[in-house]
């Protein structure tokens, strides 16, 4: 009897549980495999690969592959499974690197909880200028080596499963523009497949803010609420509040459990569980929210703008309170999704802001200007875009001048044409399209007087 045998069987059945729940194929990829995988491998084809590559396969890979499917309609032939699916065995093993036989033997070099430092290490050679093949592969190869490419999930990201080492059967999320990868929570191949069906079963994965399956722990939020308050290890805690903010379904856990545990957070944890709270239930957050706007409003403006927009209006005072003290491009940007979101006259509020010290928020501030009706009334605050000696600001203050036409900005259109010399500049390209309005062409814009 296969040690993987009762969990083989609840898989079949979740599969078609989830092909029943998931009839609208709303879950990223289930257009394109359906929930169908085609018929099981004997052992002895397993075996007959394992022996060509000189490899040994992990035993929950390997119970996959022969008692519940082989390849699929997917994407690449690849069978039901997170994102566009799981590969055919032996399919498109070179999707990391070219040859890649001889790197499939060798030990895995990666590991769950490598430092940035160790991946920057590993990865180093692979950055150095005009590298010769050979040397190239053999550093793609050390980075890459013991690990099967199993499925896509598009652009550059791809899981794979580690062959050998403490560590072998587990899943990891491999991205081949050399970012980091994040390893899966789960133990093993099977688990992490099941958990991925639990996640469509349950609706995690079939909302539409459904998070990406496989880079946070996953379970029920009962769950992973469960392990949380169990545990003291502050990374694996961490882990799991990761998890939660990820959830789109509360299942059988309640807005009573969830504002407890903001009550009983400390420090580490109130704005996560703030986050948390927020998300499912806004009104019970807003107090909280309030009671935290002096300590984390750039965190506060985004949690209402990820989750509570219809709400935007009830902040815009304390937003326009607090704009002279934000000094970073990110939060200067929520604030103002937040006010244009609510409809709010922010003109008068975001205009002196072109004035500002950081490049960044001078940008945002003439793009949200850009949006006015009446943004003509604004002339003055373009024009000072116009003379900036950033190229990201006078190129946003050309786009946001867009319908304007003033004979107080031709003469600086025409300073500008003469201080941008190269032929594909962006300020060039997009003051061409202004001139368009009048219109005028470059070159009769330098023959004026």
Known sequence: ????????????????????????????????????????????????????QGITLPACYKAFLTAIGNGGPSYMDSAAGPFYGIYPMGENTDEFL???????????????????AYWEALKQDLLADDLADDVYTAALGLVFSGILPIGSQGCSYYHGLLLN???????????????????????????????????????????DTAPWYGYRRSGSMAALLEQYQSSTDPVFKAECLDGIVAKT???TVTTDQLETALQ???????????????????????????????????????????????????????????????????????????LTESQYPFGPVVAPLVHHALADIRVTALYTLGKLDDKGAYLSSFISGLKDESED?????????????????????????SRSHSADSYILSNLKQRLEEYPLTLQQLQQMP
């Open 1 to 52: 009897m296969s040690v993987f045998e009762e969990q083989i069987s609840r898989i079949k059945l979740k599969l078609a549980q989830a092909r029943s729940v998931d009839a609208k194929r709303k879950t990223f990829g289930a257009s394109y495999h359906r929930y169908k995988l085609y018929k099981p491998l004997k052992p002895k084809q397993v075996a007959a690969f394992e022996l060509t």
């Open 98 to 116: 070219e040859n890649a036989a001889s790197y499939l033997r060798q030990a895995v070099t990666i590991y769950p909880g490598m430092t940035a």
């Open 165 to 207: 080492g403490p560590h072998a059967g587990r899943v990891v999320n491999i991205d081949l523009d050399l970012a980091q990868p994040v390893f899966s929570f789960a133990d093993n191949f099977l688990d992490w497949y099941e958990g991925w069906l639990n996640e469509v079963i349950s609706g995690d994965l079939t909302a």
């Open 249 to 251: 379904v509360l299942g």
């Open 264 to 338: 009983n957070a400390d420090k580490t944890t109130h704005l996560r569980w703030l986050q948390i709270l927020t998300k499912f239930d806004y009104n019970r957050a807003k107090p909280h929210l309030l009671a935290s706007w002096d300590d984390y409003f750039p965190d506060i403006v985004k949690f209402i703008y990820w989750y509570a927009k219809d709400h935007c209006a009830e902040w815009c005072e304390l937003v326009v309170a607090t704009l002279p003290l934000v000094n970073d491009g990110e939060t200067f940007r929520f604030c103002t999704y937040l």
């Open 393 to 417: 600001v006078i190129r946003t203050a050309l786009q946001a001048l867009s319908g304007i036409k003033d004979p107080q900005l031709l003469p600086i259109y025409k300073d500008l044409a």
